[in-house]
């Protein structure tokens, strides 16, 4: 059964920094990783979609890398603004199951 | 790009009665959709899976009499959550994948959710 835990649940950093959010998946049999965006009561806004023979993509502040390997993927948002302040959540799909299992979330919060 | 419209964004229901909530992929046809269900400061776990013109396939300790799903037409899918209780209210939400373009191509769009509360 595909887990998927990020690290850390929260965070909060000045406006301006650079900083990586990070997830990890257990069954590295996947078919893509999904990166997304929820503002609180909202639903969620799809940031970066990476196909499993990809490494990275990227979308203007916003670089997401995959280690299929090692289970592995960063969201690396630059020059952080506070109107990046959301939840953000990993999802992955894995092969012959249309599924998204998804991450427990980092709560992000750029101190303006 | 592909947009899904969820409707209502939030409902207040009187327990025992029934909600039904919509579901709409607006410029794309959606042969499958995605219940969620998320609690508060907690991620979403999948409810069912809704392929239109079949049976839903609901997970592990869902109670399909319950949650009713009806995906009746390439374009909407519908939740019922039957004889509510306060212990369903919840945030749901929906999403659909766009085939469009070509297999390669698998990303999911959201609703933007409905917020259920029984009293």
């Known amino acids: 059964k595909q887990e998927v835990t990020q690290i850390p649940a929260a965070l909060s950093v000045p406006e301006g920094e650079n900083l990586v959010l990070n997830c990890s998946f257990t069954?590295?049999?996947?078919?893509?990783l999904q990166w997304f965006r929820q503002d609180p009561g909202k639903g969620l806004t799809s940031l970066l979609l990476?196909?499993?023979?990809?490494r990275e993509q990227t979308s203007g502040r916003l670089n997401a890398s995959l280690d299929k390997s090692s289970g592995r993927s960063t969201l690396y948002i630059a020059a952080s603004q506070p109107g990046d302040s959301a939840t953000y959540l990993c999802?992955?799909?894995?092969?012959?199951?249309?599924?998204?299992?998804f991450g427990t979330g980092t709560r992000l919060t750029i101190i303006p | 790009g592909a947009v899904v419209s969820q409707h209502p964004s939030w409902v207040i229901c009187k327990s025992g009665t029934s909600v039904k909530i919509e579901c709409r992929s607006l410029?794309?046809?959606?042969?499958?959709m995605f219940w969620y269900r998320q609690f508060p400061k907690q991620s979403l776990m999948l409810m069912a899976t809704?392929?239109?013109?079949?049976?839903?396939?609901?997970e592990q300790g869902v109670e399909k009499d319950k949650f009713l799903i009806n995906h009746a037409s390439l374009t909407l899918s519908t939740l019922t959550v039957t004889s509510a209780h306060p212990e369903d209210s919840s945030f749901y939400i929906c999403?659909?994948?766009?085939?469009?373009?070509?297999?390669?191509?698998?990303?999911?769009?959201f609703g933007s959710g409905t917020r259920l509360t029984v009293v």
């Open positions: 999403s659909a994948r766009d085939r469009r373009q070509g297999v390669l191509f698998f990303g999911y769009t």
């Open positions: 069954d590295s049999a996947i078919y893509n």
């Open positions: 990476i196909q499993s023979s990809q």
């Open positions: 999802a992955v799909s894995n092969f012959g199951n249309e599924k998204l299992t």
């Open positions: 410029d794309f046809q959606a042969t499958t």
């Open positions: 809704s392929n239109e013109g079949s049976k839903a396939t609901y």
